[in-house]
T-cell receptor, first 114, second 112 residues
Framework: DAGVIQSPRHEVTEMGQEVTLRCKPI?????LFWYRQTMMRGLELLIY????????DSGMPEDRFSAKMPNASFSTLKIQPSEPRDSAVYFC????????????FGPGTRLLVL | QKEVEQNSGPLSVPEGAIASLNCTYS??????FFWYRQYSGKSPELIMF????GDKEDGRFTAQLNKASQYVSLLIRDSQPSDSATYLC????????????FGDGTTLTVKP
């Protein structure tokens, strides 16, 4: 399997612009997680899905962030409008039912908001 | 106080030595505990998880959990230069999938 795929790998944008991050989980995995990592705050869970349904979005920082999972093989994390403090590495991870503990992380998207 | 705290390090050990990484957590309701390894510029990789008090061994790695003391540790035996990375401790209130809270990580350097 190709592992978790994220795109783009790098994104540079200007404050106020909309940013969309994409994730393709490992085929057959039932759980999908979105994380953000910064030097100041470390690694934080933003939201996770089970069978395409959002289960816990308490980590989503504010209304500017939204996440969707329209089908089992695709998820997006959108920031609108983006702000410089959103600059971070965003990771997507997936796991399968019965082995939920083992999350496989994607390579991450490095976002810089100027 | 952070929910999950780790010694920030850096921790440096000679090749072949035992590296000991420590983590404490504040929420007594935490059920699952994880150790991730993250190389610089890369994504986290799960090394081990533990639910029950005591030790859990996997190759050169041993995770130890003491719920009474709210303490989790990771021992790496026969440390190798390839073990040089940042190690993240995480806690979850549920077994299996759930919202994990991460520590800030401990950076380990293994010197040849």
């Amino acid at each position: 399997d190709a592992g978790v795929i994220q795109s783009p790998r790098h994104e540079v944008t200007e404050m106020g612009q909309e940013v969309t991050l994409r994730c393709k989980p490992i085929s057959g995995h039932d759980y999908l997680f979105w994380y953000r990592q910064t030097m100041m705050r470390g690694l934080e869970l933003l939201i996770y899905f089970n069978n395409n349904v959002p289960i816990d979005d308490s980590g989503m920082p504010e209304d500017r962030f939204s996440a969707k999972m329209p089908n089992a093989s695709f998820s997006t994390l959108k920031i609108q409008p983006s702000e410089p403090r959103d600059s971070a590495v965003y990771f997507c991870a997936s796991s399968q039912i019965g082995r939920q503990e083992t999350q496989y992380f994607g390579p991450g998207t490095r976002l810089l908001v100027l | 106080q952070k929910e999950v705290e780790q010694n920030s390090g850096p921790l440096s050990v000679p090749e072949g030595a035992i590296a000991s990484l420590n983590c404490t957590y504040s929420d007594r309701g935490s059920q699952s505990f994880f150790w991730y390894r993250q190389y610089s510029g890369k994504s986290p990789e799960l090394i081990m998880f533990i639910y029950s008090n005591g030790d859990k061994e996997d190759g050169r790695f041993t995770a130890q959990l003491n719920k009474a003391s709210q303490y989790v540790s990771l021992l790496i035996r026969d440390s190798q230069p390839s073990d040089s990375a940042t190690y993240l401790c995480a806690a979850t209130k549920h077994r299996g999938a759930g919202k994990s809270t991460f520590g800030d990580g401990t950076t380990l350097t293994v010197k040849p």
